[in-house]
Each structure stands twice: as C-alpha cells, then as structure tokens.
C-alpha cells in the first residue's frame, strides 16, 4: 500500500548495496528487562545483534572455511552479545549453513561437515532471541561472480516481498509478485543460460514468541493451492525467498538430519517407555519449543546414544524433524531473509525492517 509508513532499521537503505560493515550504534542488552513486555523493542535490540554478527563473521567468509567453525563464531558472539539470555543463551535457532544444492536447514555436527571451496554458494541464515521474540535472517555468499545474477534475482525478489508486505494484504497474490520478479532473471553458467527458479515449497512464515515458524506460510510464487482468503495481519514475518538454476522443488535428505523442536509438552505419550520418557524430560526442561540440533546433543551424548532415541520421538511425532532440503533436480542455490514488523500506528499502517542494514 502506497499509504504505508515504512521504517528501515538501518542506515542504507540501497536494494543491492554491498557494505561489509553495519555502523549503527548497538542497542544494549541491558535494556532488554526494560522491554520485556515490548515486543518491538525486544526485535529491534536482537536485530542490532544480528547486524553486528555479521559484520563479525564477514572476514572469515572465504574458502577453506568448516562449517562448524562458522557455527561457532555466529553462536559464540550471540551468545556473549546477548549476556546468554533466554532458553538457548540468546540463540533463535542452530545456525542454518547450506551450500550449494542445499537450499535450508543444514547445521554441520560430527558427523556432518563442510569445508568451503572457491566455488562454494552459502547461504547463512541464523537468528538472534530477547525476550522470546527471534530476528531471522539470512544472506547469501558466492565467490565465483558467475552466480552474481542468481543473488540478485533472489534478493530482488525478497525485497519485493518485503515491500509489498501488509496489514490486509492477500498473501497468494502476494507470493505471485514474487515469483514474477524472480523468475525475470537468468544466470550463464560456462556457456548456458539458466532461468532463476524459485523453490516452491520453500518460503518465509509469521514468527511468535519463542516460536520461530508461526503456523502460517509465506509462499514465494503463486502456489494455486494456497488458501484463496488468507492475508496479513499485524505481527512479525521472516520474509525470504529461495531461488535455484535447475530445480523450483527441495527434498529432505532425511539420513543427514540436525534440527529438532520439541511439538509435545508433556512425556505422557511416552509413559510406556520410562528410559525414553526420561529423555525427552530433560529436552523439554533444555530447549522448550526452541529449536535444537545434533551438534548441541553432541555436547551431553555420544551420537550412538541419543540419535535412536531421537529417532524414536520423532517417530511418535512428539518432535519435528528438520532435515537438510536439497534441489530436486540440482542446481546451485541462493537465499535472502529479513524479519519484519507489520503493525498499526494510529489508523496509518506500519511496517519496520528490523533486520535490514548496509551489507543486505
């Protein structure tokens, strides 16, 4: 809506400016137990965190580089910049660290790793928790300039979201926009041209408090099956799309799983199996409905110990598993995501950035 007040929590608010380093000033985390109760404030002191995050891990970003090492850099700093507050130390959520065809929700374990090579696409995508309320957002990294055109198709096209988001707002119209302005794009690959995909079934979705996906899905195309009625209403959303040069559909790499959230609250489903029961407890008491991984149960179990058994609840369907999505048909991969607020100020709609800065 053209009427909308819209307010970028940054200092450059250029489409495709590339600056390594956000300047703002942070926001304490000492106010945060001065907000507790405000929302937006909570978001914009975890959106300072996040920016200045980035900027952290911005000169580590090169080839040669393990995941794991990354997962740590990003988790250590929230955690010392948040003081550890909250149910994860400050941590929304495991640091989501895919490359190439892997489009989302890979966290490197023991079992699991990467190294960067000089052809490595990554996609970064980590949040930042005060008070209960996450800041999720992500970039993408190509060192090879031939993939220059598929970033800019993608993050042209989250931007587009972002700013066609609002109050009232059809979300399947919405999600048609996107999927236009994305799939405008080609990349050249060593003498063949590409047309931008966007994955389908991937998208952003609405954020609640300690509870990173909300329940509602924000497609990046026009799904024909997406409810025909619903729309924005005021909350906070993680706008992001997801584009690839061969493939608009991902699948789970089931075998490679690292990410959970507990979906019971009691063990009474497992009342029958008291070692199992027991387990789950002790998750539950640690991570509540805050996502986890198998690098954290790293850190408590020995992988032949706990992996069974996580097996076990997710097979009972008192946890969700998260599994790494990968390009049906291949393809290199790229994304972009920020947090927004979408509210009401006095009758006149407003909408704040939260995680948008100089670097993306």
């Known amino acids: 809506k053209t009427s909308d007040v819209i307010e970028h929590f940054s200092l450059d608010n250029e489409l495709f400016g590339v600056g390594t380093a956000p300047n703002e000033e942070i926001l304490s985390i000492e106010n945060?137990?001065?907000?507790?109760?405000?929302?937006v404030e909570s978001l914009k002191i975890g959106a300072s965190i996040h920016k200045h995050i980035r900027q952290y891990i911005r000169p580590h970003l090169k080839p040669g580089l393990k995941l794991s090492t990354l997962a740590n850099l990003i988790e250590d700093k929230c955690m010392e910049m948040t003081k550890e507050q909250g149910i994860l130390k400050g941590i929304g959520f495991p640091s989501?660290?895919?490359?190439?065809?892997?489009?989302a929700h890979f966290t490197p374990s023991k079992l699991?790793?990467?190294?960067?090579?000089?052809?490595?696409?990554?996609?970064?995508?980590?949040?930042?928790?005060?008070?209960?309320?996450?800041?999720?957002?992500?970039?993408?990294?190509?060192?090879?300039d031939k993939y220059s055109e598929l970033l800019k198709a993608v993050k042209a096209a989250t931007y587009t979201g972002i700013k066609n988001a609002g109050v009232d707002v059809n979300i399947k119209e919405w999600g048609k926009d996107i999927q236009e302005v994305m799939e405008s794009y080609e990349v050249n690959l060593d003498g063949e041209t590409y047309p931008v995909q966007v994955i389908q079934n991937l998208g952003g979705h609405n954020i609640l408090k300690n509870k990173i996906h909300g329940g509602t899905f924000l497609p990046g195309a026009h799904i024909?099956?997406?409810?025909?009625?619903?729309?924005?209403?005021?909350?906070?959303?993680?706008?992001?799309?997801?584009?690839?040069?061969?493939?608009?559909?991902?699948e789970e790499r089931k075998n490679e799983n690292t990410i959970y959230m507990n979906k019971a609250f009691s063990t009474s489903k497992l009342a029958k199996d008291k070692n199992l029961s027991n387990f789950y407890a002790k998750l539950l008491k640690k991570y509540s409905t805050?996502?986890?991984?198998?690098?954290?149960?790293?850190?408590?179990?020995?992988?032949?110990?706990?992996?069974?058994?996580?097996?076990?609840?997710?097979?009972?369907?008192?946890?969700?598993?998260?599994?790494?999505?990968?390009?049906?048909?291949?393809?290199?991969?790229?994304?972009?995501?920020?947090?927004?607020?979408?509210?009401?100020?006095?009758?006149?709609?407003?909408?704040?950035?939260?995680?948008?800065?100089?670097?993306?």
């Open 32 to 39: 945060a137990s001065n907000c507790i109760e405000n929302k």
């Open 96 to 103: 989501s660290l895919s490359v190439d065809d892997c489009a």
């Open 112 to 144: 699991y790793d990467v190294t960067l090579n000089k052809d490595s696409i990554l996609k970064v995508d980590f949040g930042v928790q005060v008070n209960g309320w996450i800041i999720d957002s992500a970039f993408t990294i190509a060192f090879n």
């Open 224 to 250: 024909s099956y997406y409810p025909d009625n619903l729309r924005f209403q005021e909350g906070v959303y993680a706008v992001e799309t997801f584009g690839s040069t061969k493939s608009n559909w991902v």
């Open 290 to 360: 805050m996502p986890y991984c198998n690098r954290y149960l790293d850190l408590d179990y020995e992988s032949k110990q706990y992996i069974p058994r996580m097996n076990k609840l997710i097979e009972k369907q008192v946890v969700s598993a998260y599994p790494p999505l990968h390009c049906k048909n291949g393809g290199m991969t790229a994304q972009y995501e920020h947090t927004i607020y979408l509210g009401d100020n006095f009758g006149v709609p407003n909408k704040i950035v939260l995680s948008e800065s100089t670097d993306y």
